[in-house]
């Protein structure tokens, strides 16, 4: 305990004094959270995130996957985060290549759209996801494993056929392809896989030339190959800064997974044990009872077995004898409220709603509502990030091949640094209650504000496609002789009527 000046002139005069005060004030800026005590263990962290993860990010994902394999709500949770942020139609892209004005070039748009939809068919190497699955299949592994990475392949390659217009494709590489347990520093730093520079940005990455999990392979496991860091992206759920590697979202709630998967077992086959009725034989007193009965002029087949039957009755109980029934008081009335207890914890730890992982959808409009508003903040933070750390590079790199293998050409009077402008659509919040919804919308577009494109991309639509698709649909409703919406069908008839009775009346 060191005395400040003031407490060594006390504590000359008055010695117990002088500690009593030094002692206090030490007290008092003391944080109590940070003094373990009997009811307080005081856990702590001291290394680095890089050190925590190199510890514990292999485990981590492992475990995370087993639970994805053989726990239905483990997958639950998953498929929730992968749908609402990902969406079933993957991220949108809209075009926004603009004039020198500032306005959108539509004939641009249209050129690069087309483009876009014909790679989307076949985006990735193994030819085996359209762009939803692909983007379905690099949300799922970051969630789940942590971290994935993506290498971009552009340009003519002798093995590879793009299979696309403009020579483009993504290679999808799990975690395990890049090793967390290599590491240099001579002669380039290497963190966990990672070359890094001087401050600690990524230069390239070391991976694997093919899955070190398969069991057998054509390549050595050992052999590997340097992917520089321009054509590699990887997306990593981290929390510390500086940290190189991703975590399993599933981190902070695996115990919880793995307690209440036991539970809910325990809980499955005690039900089942209570469905399979049982029953036991209550002997009368202990000089009636032979442990190993055989047989006698009494007893001539010897010990009995007793059948459950529907309807059966015991005929041959002995003097004595009462048949008891053993009861398990399963089903257990409280697993539910147990088990929901949980899951709140899992979907506050894991980040889906509550309602969307247990299934249960009880309250009030506004209640549900304000559920669905929080879980979309994170829902719309997550796609943010997906979007910021794949969908924009990728598309970006995408416009590049595109105008170096000649697929795409730039009319004059764009303005050459906005020909990769595009907007992102992530997916729409769902609506409740649809009539509210939209009357909602349709006043604040009344109101300026909103625009009716951005309605449309918050819903999840493509401006101009849904702009195209109404023109064509009035036009042919007009060519058909569809009355407009709102119109009253009798209207024309009547009319029709009015006209001839005007008619006989002038001729009359």
Known sequence: MKLNPIDKVLAFFNPVGGIKRAQARNILAYYEAARPDRTRKGRRETGSGNDAVLRAGSTLRQTARHLEQNYDLALGVLNTLVVNTVGANGIGVEPQPRNADGTINDAMAKQITELWKDWCREPEVTKQHDWASTCRMMARSWYRDGEMFTQMVSGNIASLNHGTRVPFSLEMLEADYVPLDYQATSPTAIVQGIEVNAWGAPVAFHVYKQDPQEKSSIFGSGQMKRIPASRMLHIKNVHRIRQMRGVSVFASVLNRFDDLKDYEESERIAAKIAASMAAFIRKGSPDLYTPNEAADS??????????????????????????????????????????????????????????????????????????????????????????????????????????????????????????????????????????????????????????????????????????????????????????????????????????ALLRMAEET
């Open 298 to 499: 009494q007893n001539p087949e010897g010990a009995r077995s007793m059948k459950m039957r529907p309807g059966m009755i015991f005929d041959d109980l002995r003097p004595g004898e009462e048949i008891g029934m053993i009861d398990t008081n399963r089903p257990n009335p409280n697993l539910e409220t147990y088990r929901s207890g949980q899951l709140k914890a899992i979907a506050a730890g894991a980040g889906p709603t509550f309602s969307s992982i247990a299934r249960t959808y009880d309250g009030t409009y506004s209640a549900q509502r304000q559920e669905l508003v929080e879980g979309y903040m994170i829902y719309g933070a997550l796609s943010s990030e997906f979007i910021g750390r794949k969908v924009r590079p990728i598309y970006e790199q995408f416009i590049a091949v595109a105008l170096a293998s000649g697929q795409l050409q730039v009319p004059t009077g764009v303005k050459p640094e906005t020909v990769d402008d595009a907007a992102y659509m992530a997916p729409a919040m769902p609506w409740i209650d649809p009539k509210k919804e939209a009357e909602a919308w349709a006043t604040m577009e009344d109101r300026c504000y909103i625009s009716g494109p951005e309605i449309i991309r918050k819903r999840g639509g493509n401006p101009r496609d849904t702009l195209e698709q109404q023109s064509s649909w009035l036009n042919g409703k007009d060519e058909a002789g569809v009355p407009p919406a709102g119109a009253d069908p009798n209207a024309e008839a009547d009319s029709a009527a009015a006209a």
